[in-house]
């Protein structure tokens, strides 16, 4: 298994409608909006929590065949929840055994508490926060539930809840080549990242995730140590005929690429490959006409 020895950025794009993507539970679990742009926002800790539940999940890293994840919910005999330094003591408290056994780790990092001191990680993979390429709209919808507010009553309970009509929020990351050779990250683990984030958001399917579709993800590799672009997220435009709050499909937008693409072409010689999946209902352009990926230089399809 090869170490990851080069530098990569992230650019993932998906969407929610009529949902909740990432609610704030001190605030009546609303969808976080920055007030003053309308921006929706997503922190990066609920797209990893995405990745580690479908890598759980799906891919068996369970805590069998010496695969696992270290950052997970695990219930004790006595119907608690295990801490920290008890989650350690699983590897009888060794780091390298961690190291070994939790792609988790590997991949962003952590803080392993240990008896009598900690060690900390620095995570290959970080992702800043997500945020929606368009400002939201909050519905707040009210109903009524199955149950009697109290026993003898003959009123129902209320129950409300804020949504967000339509989101299409946008994440950028780096894969850091210099962290990956401390946590061991190899080639195998970026592509369970790949397959985590695409399918993971794809999959997950709860009452107030469903809806999410991935609907881009791009991996651009650099063929230069400690050299990256940065910002790549921020070279893709989102247009459409219709008022930000007013959106709600990916048919109502366009994705400008002509910026992105041609800051790669800038930087063509520094770049090995441009890794890609696009659904098949997202419209690109560059320079206002339809482009398919395919037929750009360097760009390949993702491969699970």
């Known amino acids: 298994m090869s170490i990851v020895d080069k530098r990569s950025e992230?650019?993932?794009?998906?969407?929610?409608?009529?949902?909740?993507?990432?609610?704030?539970?001190?605030?009546?679990?609303?969808?976080?909006?920055?007030?003053e742009t309308g921006i929706n926002i997503v922190t990066d800790v609920r797209l990893k929590r995405t990745i580690r539940d479908y890598l759980y999940e799906a891919r068996k890293y369970d805590g069998t065949d010496g695969k696992d994840i270290f950052v997970r919910e695990k219930e004790l005999e006595d119907g608690t929840i295990q801490d920290g330094k008890t989650r350690a003591k699983d590897f009888k408290e060794e780091s390298g055994k961690i190291l070994e056994s939790c792609i988790d780790v590997r991949l962003f990092g952590g803080v392993i508490p240990l008896?009598?001191?900690?060690?900390?990680?620095?995570?290959?993979?970080?992702?800043?926060?997500?945020?929606?390429?368009?400002?939201?709209?909050?519905?707040?919808?009210?109903?009524?539930?199955?149950?009697a507010s109290k026993l003898g009553s003959?009123?129902?309970?209320?129950?409300?809840?804020?949504?967000?009509?339509?989101?299409?929020?946008?994440?950028?990351?780096?894969?850091?080549?210099?962290?990956?050779?401390?946590?061991?990250?190899?080639e195998d683990d970026v592509k369970l990242l790949l397959e985590g984030i695409w399918e993971g958001t794809k999959n997950l399917i709860s009452?107030?995730?469903?809806?999410?579709v991935p609907r881009l993800l791009l991996k651009v590799n650099y063929s230069e140590n400690n050299f990256y672009i940065g910002e790549l997220k921020e070279y893709i435009k989102l247009k459409s005929e219709l008022m930000d709050e007013k959106i709600r499909d990916i048919?109502?937008?366009?994705?400008?690429?002509?910026?992105?693409?041609?800051?790669?072409?800038?930087y063509a010689d520094k770049i090995d490959s441009v890794e890609y999946l696009i659904n098949e209902r997202v419209d690109?352009?560059?320079?206002?006409e339809s482009v398919n990926l395919a037929e750009l230089d360097k760009f390949k399809e993702i491969e699970f």
Do not use: C, W
């Open 10 to 35: 992230l650019v993932f794009l998906y969407d929610i409608k009529d949902a909740s993507p990432n609610g704030d539970p001190l605030d009546m679990n609303k969808p976080r909006v920055d007030e």
């Open 115 to 147: 008896s009598k001191d900690s060690i900390t990680y620095t995570g290959p993979v970080q992702f800043q926060m997500g945020r929606s390429l368009h400002a939201v709209e909050v519905k707040h919808i009210k109903g009524t539930g199955a149950f």
């Open 154 to 186: 003959k009123n129902k309970t209320f129950r409300e809840e804020y949504v967000l009509p339509y989101s299409l929020i946008g994440f950028y990351g780096i894969i850091n080549e210099n962290a990956a050779k401390h946590t061991g990250l190899t």
């Open 207 to 212: 009452r107030s995730k469903f809806g999410q």
């Open 251 to 266: 048919s109502d937008v366009t994705l400008d690429f002509t910026e992105l693409v041609a800051v790669l072409n800038k």
């Open 284 to 288: 690109l352009s560059v320079d206002g």
